[in-house]
């Protein structure tokens, strides 16, 4: 496979503010942040995985007026709002039992798709991580009632999970037995 690399500018975002938000979303790891001191010339901030789709989930960045994804000129306040948030969603991760972090970690991974518990027990397989189908369903639960990630439930033996909490709808395929999201279905027909 070939790898993608992206050249960041350190040049003044768009209105001129001295810091840049970046938002991308990585085929390969997921939404990436980034934060960009254009006066002094370097990257503050790089938040991937968790932490950034953490500080989506949170709202933070949709209260200040900044879409999904793109490049966004924002102020001190901004990034310092921005920095504690991470360093709570980050805090928060450090905590969790090492099973929960490698749940958490494959959702991340595969946050283009919406996960069985048996889908993430054979993607922990082949990490070599040492979790049994019951224990990554415990996590599961968990990570569900703490609303990291959602259930979406089709029937007793379908059941999926999704990184993206916010209230969407899903499409069910009983050919293929997967499910996707309606939004995505739709703009792909």
């Not at 975002?13 to 810091?19: N, S, V």
Request: net charge neutral; with cysteine.
């Amino acid at each position: 496979m070939k790898k993608i690399h992206t050249k960041v500018s350190y040049s003044s975002g768009p209105d001129g503010e001295r810091y840049r938000l970046i938002v991308l979303n990585c085929l390969y790891s997921g939404l990436h942040i980034q934060v960009i001191d254009c006066a002094r010339g370097c990257q503050l901030f790089d938040w991937r995985g968790y932490v950034a789709r953490h500080i989506v989930n949170s709202g933070e960045i949709g209260s200040f007026g900044i879409g999904r994804l793109g490049d966004y000129s924002c102020d001190k306040n901004f990034v310092c709002h921005l920095a504690l948030v991470a360093a709570a969603s980050h805090t928060i991760y450090s905590k969790l039992p090492t099973a929960h972090r490698h749940v958490a970690e494959a959702m991340v991974a595969n946050s283009s798709e919406h996960l069985t518990a048996v889908d993430l027990t054979l993607l922990l397989a082949v990490a070599r991580t040492e979790l049994q189908q019951n224990q990554v369903e415990l996590c599961l639960e968990d990570l569900v009632s703490w609303k990291w990630i959602q259930r979406v439930t089709i029937n007793q033996n379908n059941v999926f999970y999704d990184v993206d909490t916010r209230p969407h709808e899903h499409v069910f395929d009983p050919a293929t037995r997967r499910i996707s999201d309606a939004s995505r279905n739709a703009t792909s027909n």
